[in-house]
């Protein structure tokens, strides 16, 4: 998954659910302005700052391995 992708996860997710920036940042613990930055594309969140994101949103963070063509 792309980085921009994610975000647009996470932007229509909130609008969903109709969270604002600053409820988001307040229940998830990350700050609003890590949030501003993360959602214009301008942040680097940590995984955990994802995760956190993710679990207010009801959303899952996952890790799958590439698909490693021509190893045996």
């Keep these: 998954m792309h980085f ?3 975000i647009k996860i ?3 997710r909130r609008d969903t659910l109709h969270v604002t ?3 988001l940042a307040q229940l ?3 700050g609003l302005r890590t949030l501003k930055q993360f959602e214009s594309g301008k942040g680097n969140p940590t995984l955990q700052t994802l995760q956190k994101i993710a679990d207010v949103l009801g959303l899952e963070v996952g890790l799958k391995l ?4 021509g190893n045996k």
């Design 4 to 6: 921009e992708e994610l």
């Design 10 to 12: 996470v932007k229509e």
């Design 21 to 23: 920036q600053e409820a």
């Design 28 to 30: 998830s613990g990350v």
């Design 66 to 69: 590439k698909n490693m063509t």
